[in-house]
């Protein structure tokens, strides 16, 4: 038999006491439970979603991990890009020549880069 953390009393009306006040206990942290959960929906719904970026970068796999594809902030055809800044994809779009703009949401574009 295990030796419990506090010692029980050997009577049964003074165990159905602590039983009683454990259930009661118990119902109280239910319901405050509940009560954090609302809240914290509550707030979840009237927190602003994030501005999605305005350009991704998508990188290749593998150990180098380089530029493959560009991307506008609401193409959906990757999400394993990450957020950059115009001037980085300008530079990327510029520097690195394997990096492809994505043929469906054309960031190039978008940038300018096609009427130069």
């Known amino acids: 038999m295990q030796v419990p953390l506090l010692p029980l009393p050997p009577a049964l ?3 159905l ?5 454990l259930e009661l206990t118990l119902a109280r942290v239910d319901e ?9 929906e509550e707030r979840a719904r009237r927190r602003p979603l994030p501005e999605p970026p305005r350009w991704w970068i998508e990188y290749g796999i593998g ?3 380089r530029p493959d594809r560009v991307h ?16 980085t994809i300008i530079e990327v779009l510029r520097t690195v020549p394997s990096v492809i703009a994505c043929l469906l949401c054309r960031p190039a ?5 096609l009427d130069r």
């Open 13 to 15: 009306d003074q165990l």
């Open 17 to 21: 006491v602590i039983r009683r006040w």
């Open 32 to 40: 405050r439970i509940g009560a954090v959960r609302e809240l914290e």
């Open 63 to 65: 150990v180098s991990r």
């Open 72 to 87: 506008t902030g609401e193409c959906r055809i990757t999400s394993r890009g990450k957020p950059a800044t115009r001037e």
């Open 109 to 113: 574009s978008e940038l300018g880069l």
